[in-house]
């Protein structure tokens, strides 16, 4: 288990941007792919992006060209970027660190608290 806290969740417009950060507080990257999932109410938890220790990325379709994932090594933090948000969008976030490079949340052990994203339109 990777202990994680997620933040930057909050309210906003659509068309509006919001950046959440994950602190991982004992990390190393090696080894571990890290991602962020999403859940609507009533929805299955879906993956959002992942990215590997080279900064390889892999989107979900849903939000290809408006959401960016990064990582800040010498902070232990990773970042998702979010842009020209929707209503659609509006889901709990959470961080994940999994073994495999992929969007799918059997692969993932550890997970963040999450953070509320709210958009209205």
């Known amino acids: 288990q990777v202990p994680l806290v997620e933040s930057g969740g909050g309210s906003v417009q659509a068309g509006g941007s919001l950046r959440l950060s994950c602190a991982v507080s004992?990390?190393?990257?090696?080894?571990?792919?890290m991602a962020w999932f999403r859940q609507a109410p009533g929805k299955e938890r879906e993956g959002v992006a992942v990215?590997?220790?080279?900064?390889?990325?892999l989107y979900a379709d849903s939000v290809k060209g408006r959401f960016t994932i990064s990582q800040d090594n010498a902070k232990n933090t990773l970042y998702l970027q979010m842009n020209s948000l929707k209503p659609e969008d509006t889901a709990m976030y959470y961080c994940?660190?999994?073994?495999?490079?992929?969007?799918?949340?059997?692969?993932?052990?550890?997970w963040g608290q999450g953070t509320q994203v709210t958009v209205s339109s």
């Open positions: 990215i590997n220790i080279d900064g390889i990325t």
């Open positions: 994940a660190a999994g073994r495999v490079f992929a969007l799918r949340k059997e692969y993932f052990g550890s």
């Open positions: 004992e990390y190393s990257y090696r080894g571990y792919y």
